[in-house]
């Protein structure tokens, strides 16, 4: 499975996107957070996680039987990310609503006033 991670959109702190993040290997559901926002199954084992975060990213791949391992730890700990990469504040709404226009995540039919 490939999994995004953009915390462009929630702005939390790393603990809680990976907490949101640990939900999700933890039931296989997405939660209701702004920061995993695309989960597609690709028919491997291993999951792919692509991680946005201010200006950096990142991709991790892990094998299930490091799932625990990472669901537990969180993926501060295994991404490849500098200390910079964490320091970013929660985006106003119109630069969220932005960037799901420029991700062409904007429900069809609605338009920005
Ligand atoms: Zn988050």
């Not at 999994?3 to 933890?26: D, Q």
């Not at 926002?37 to 491997?44: I, R």
Request: glycine content about 8%; proline content about 9%; aromatic content about 10%.
């Amino acid at each position: 499975m490939r999994v995004t991670i953009n915390r462009n959109f929630c702005g939390h702190t790393p603990s809680a996107c990976e907490s949101c993040f640990g939900e999700f290997l933890r039931h296989g559901a997405i939660p209701d957070r702004g920061c995993i926002t695309d989960a597609v199954d690709d028919q491997k084992p291993e999951l792919t996680v692509t991680i946005f975060s201010g200006k950096y990213s990142t991709t991790l791949t892990i094998p299930p039987q490091d799932f625990e391992k990472v669901m537990y730890d969180g993926w501060m700990k295994y991404a490849d990310l500098p200390v910079e990469a964490y320091d970013m504040v929660r985006p106003p709404g119109r630069d969220v609503r932005q960037m799901l226009i420029d991700q062409k995540r904007w429900p069809p039919g609605l338009t920005r006033r």
